[in-house]
């Protein structure tokens, strides 16, 4: 086939046809026909040559130039595609390296090997047209529902068609033990769309969080207005969600716009999700005051929380337990979902049983230390004093308030537990010694005799050794392992040193040993501290 004695304009036509079907721009088809004619004349002409192909736009008419570049005499390699200055003023005025001469060459009478290479570029690129568009045109909606029907199922994969292209809902992605046919209608959630080699991916998902919160979005109004706003979704998917919520304006229940008249609105998500039932909790600024609605529908008598840690303690009564549990802990761990807070529940018999064991620990020390009696042990801990170094440097006004202490006992009080202080440091520096602990550690600001000791025993001898720990090593934290929070023990934990105690000390040491230039620690504070106060 010639492509001279073809109707010019069948080529514009045909590319037409194909953008049209293939709903991506014409222009993108004719440049892979000229790809397409261009392959075709390098085998007719020689796959050295650089042959470019143009089609007119308008008339359909395909121009052939053969195009060579300008190089330096050295660099001449390749003699079909490029010429030297000297071979280039033949053709050119005054050749600079660098300039392209083109010429046109006659069209090229396509074999059928060649049409079939040319049929080949023209649907691989088309093939990557269409993929770049149906990428451009999903990647905006990861985050949305949509709506597609049901072509077939892989081994428990369901694809579906939605529209433009295909997509996937997983096994684990699917509701419980839901099961499809071909031609059902289904809504999924879009969960992310990426570009792959075998063309753009996308994955639906039907138990992700953000599905059920879409969904309420498009039953309530207000949610889609941004008068009330979802601030957290925990779901076990086709058994049971909580969904936490606030509203902006005060004359709108949060609460009651979801569920909606007699249930309507709750109810249509519910039907979607498959039966779930779904709890509609108020949110709440206060951490533990939302951890009780969080726990509904179980009675709280009393919560404890630890910020640093990310725990939080719930006390129940004991016919309450298992309310606040759940079927097989599906409450608690809702609710520790939805507050992002590790949560332990115990009964009201066993936080007493509790308080009673740090009480008599307490006491005990008190006698064993201080050479009390009992009782005035029991007054000391009943006051509040939980430790050595509260009694010995505390005002002296806060132990006479302790019924029959006057000030003569106060002072006794307080010398002895200085002097049991003095002897436990004095002690702990020895053992130090011993370990191997070196000046440069022992002289460094902010580290107690029995901090060193700690440090020492755990191998830690030297302000080279302590300026390499990190601070999670020093005051311990928390890290997630497979989906549970796992305690880090730090050295210097049951000294309660805090993490940014722990951050400071370790950059000072860094700087005296002249690790960390002091004016650039300075810059990185001032930067942080000019952050904070922009987010505040």
Same mark, same amino acid.
């Given at each position: 086939m010639a492509i001279t004695s073809a109707n010019q304009l069948e080529l514009l036509q045909t590319a037409e046809a194909v953008a049209r079907e293939k709903m991506i721009d014409p222009g993108l088809v004719v440049e892979a026909m000229e790809e397409s004619l261009a392959r075709a004349a390098k085998s007719r002409y020689g796959a050295e040559m650089d042959i470019r192909v143009s089609i007119d736009r308008k008339t359909g008419r395909a121009t052939f130039t053969r195009v060579r570049t300008v190089v330096e005499d050295e660099e001449l390699e390749n003699y079909q595609a490029e010429m030297t200055v000297e071979q280039a003023r033949q053709y050119m005025a005054d050749p600079q390296v660098g300039d392209t001469f083109t010429e046109e060459v006659p069209p090229v009478d396509m074999g059928r090997i060649a049409a079939q290479s040319a049929k080949q570029v023209i649907l691989q690129k088309v093939r990557e047209a269409e993929r770049d568009r149906q990428y451009e045109e999903f990647k905006d909606r990861a985050g949305t529902i949509?709506?597609?029907?049901?072509?077939? %199922? %892989?081994?428990?994969? =369901? =694809?579906? !068609?939605?529209?433009?292209?295909?997509?996937?809902?997983?096994?684990?992605?699917?509701?419980?033990?839901?099961?499809?046919?071909?031609? !059902?209608? =289904?809504?999924?959630? =879009?969960?992310?769309?990426?570009?792959? /080699?075998?063309?753009? /991916?996308i994955f639906l998902s039907r138990t992700d969080p953000q599905f059920m919160a879409e969904l309420f979005k498009m039953e309530v109004p207000e949610i889609y207005e941004g008068i009330i706003e979802i601030k957290a979704v925990a779901r076990d998917p086709g058994s049971r969600a909580k969904i936490a919520v606030i509203s902006y304006d005060g004359s709108i229940d949060p609460v009651g716009a979801c569920v909606g008249m007699r249930g309507s609105r709750v109810q249509a998500v519910v039907n979607e999700l498959q039966g779930e039932k779904i709890d509609i909790i108020p949110w709440n600024e206060d951490q533990p005051t939302f951890l009780v609605n969080a726990l509904q529908p179980a009675e709280v008598t009393k919560v404890v929380l630890d910020e640093e840690a990310e725990r939080i303690e719930v006390v129940v009564p004991e016919e309450q337990l298992s309310l606040a549990i759940g079927r097989r802990g599906q409450n608690v761990r809702l609710a520790s979902q939805l507050t992002a807070l590790d949560i332990d529940i115990m009964t009201e018999e066993e936080e007493s049983a509790r308080r009673q064991k740090e009480f008599e620990e307490r006491t005990k020390l008190f006698v064993d230390t201080l050479d009390l009696d009992e009782f005035f042990a029991q007054l000391l801990v009943s006051e509040g004093f939980t430790n050595l170094e509260e009694v010995a440097y505390v005002e002296i006004d806060e132990l006479l308030v302790i019924d029959g202490v006057d000030e003569e006992t106060a002072n006794e009080l307080q010398a002895r537990a200085r002097d049991v202080l003095e002897a436990q440091a004095k002690a702990a520096m020895e053992r130090a010694r011993e370990l191997g602990a070196e000046d440069s550690l022992i002289e460094f600001e902010g580290l107690t005799p029995q901090m060193i000791q700690a440090l020492a025993e755990d191998g830690v001898k030297t302000l080279e050794?302590?300026?390499?720990?990190?601070?999670?090593?020093?005051?311990?934290?928390?890290?997630? #392992?497979?989906?549970?929070?796992?305690?880090?023990?730090?050295?210097?934990?049951?000294?309660?040193?805090?993490?940014?105690?722990? /951050?400071?000390?370790?950059?000072?040491?860094? #700087?005296?040993?002249?690790? #960390?230039?002091?004016?650039?620690? %300075?810059?990185?504070?001032?930067?942080? %501290?000019?952050?904070? /106060?922009?987010?505040?």
């Amino acid at each position: 086939m010639a492509i001279t004695s073809a109707n010019q304009l069948e080529l514009l036509q045909t590319a037409e046809a194909v953008a049209r079907e293939k709903m991506i721009d014409p222009g993108l088809v004719v440049e892979a026909m000229e790809e397409s004619l261009a392959r075709a004349a390098k085998s007719r002409y020689g796959a050295e040559m650089d042959i470019r192909v143009s089609i007119d736009r308008k008339t359909g008419r395909a121009t052939f130039t053969r195009v060579r570049t300008v190089v330096e005499d050295e660099e001449l390699e390749n003699y079909q595609a490029e010429m030297t200055v000297e071979q280039a003023r033949q053709y050119m005025a005054d050749p600079q390296v660098g300039d392209t001469f083109t010429e046109e060459v006659p069209p090229v009478d396509m074999g059928r090997i060649a049409a079939q290479s040319a049929k080949q570029v023209i649907l691989q690129k088309v093939r990557e047209a269409e993929r770049d568009r149906q990428y451009e045109e999903f990647k905006d909606r990861a985050g949305t529902i949509i709506n597609g029907v049901v072509k077939r %199922e %892989e081994y428990g994969n =369901i =694809i579906v !068609d939605v529209g433009r292209g295909e997509a996937i809902l997983r096994r684990n992605e699917k509701i419980g033990r839901e099961s499809y046919r071909p031609n !059902d209608r =289904i809504r999924c959630y =879009i969960k992310d769309v990426r570009r792959e /080699q075998r063309g753009p /991916q996308i994955f639906l998902s039907r138990t992700d969080p953000q599905f059920m919160a879409e969904l309420f979005k498009m039953e309530v109004p207000e949610i889609y207005e941004g008068i009330i706003e979802i601030k957290a979704v925990a779901r076990d998917p086709g058994s049971r969600a909580k969904i936490a919520v606030i509203s902006y304006d005060g004359s709108i229940d949060p609460v009651g716009a979801c569920v909606g008249m007699r249930g309507s609105r709750v109810q249509a998500v519910v039907n979607e999700l498959q039966g779930e039932k779904i709890d509609i909790i108020p949110w709440n600024e206060d951490q533990p005051t939302f951890l009780v609605n969080a726990l509904q529908p179980a009675e709280v008598t009393k919560v404890v929380l630890d910020e640093e840690a990310e725990r939080i303690e719930v006390v129940v009564p004991e016919e309450q337990l298992s309310l606040a549990i759940g079927r097989r802990g599906q409450n608690v761990r809702l609710a520790s979902q939805l507050t992002a807070l590790d949560i332990d529940i115990m009964t009201e018999e066993e936080e007493s049983a509790r308080r009673q064991k740090e009480f008599e620990e307490r006491t005990k020390l008190f006698v064993d230390t201080l050479d009390l009696d009992e009782f005035f042990a029991q007054l000391l801990v009943s006051e509040g004093f939980t430790n050595l170094e509260e009694v010995a440097y505390v005002e002296i006004d806060e132990l006479l308030v302790i019924d029959g202490v006057d000030e003569e006992t106060a002072n006794e009080l307080q010398a002895r537990a200085r002097d049991v202080l003095e002897a436990q440091a004095k002690a702990a520096m020895e053992r130090a010694r011993e370990l191997g602990a070196e000046d440069s550690l022992i002289e460094f600001e902010g580290l107690t005799p029995q901090m060193i000791q700690a440090l020492a025993e755990d191998g830690v001898k030297t302000l080279e050794d302590f300026a390499t720990c990190a601070d999670w090593e020093l005051a311990g934290g928390w890290t997630t #392992v497979e989906g549970e929070r796992v305690k880090d023990d730090g050295l210097l934990e049951p000294f309660d040193v805090s993490l940014e105690e722990a /951050q400071h000390m370790v950059m000072n040491a860094r #700087v005296m040993l002249g690790w #960390v230039d002091p004016a650039e620690l %300075e810059a990185e504070e001032a930067s942080e %501290e000019v952050e904070a /106060q922009a987010d505040a």
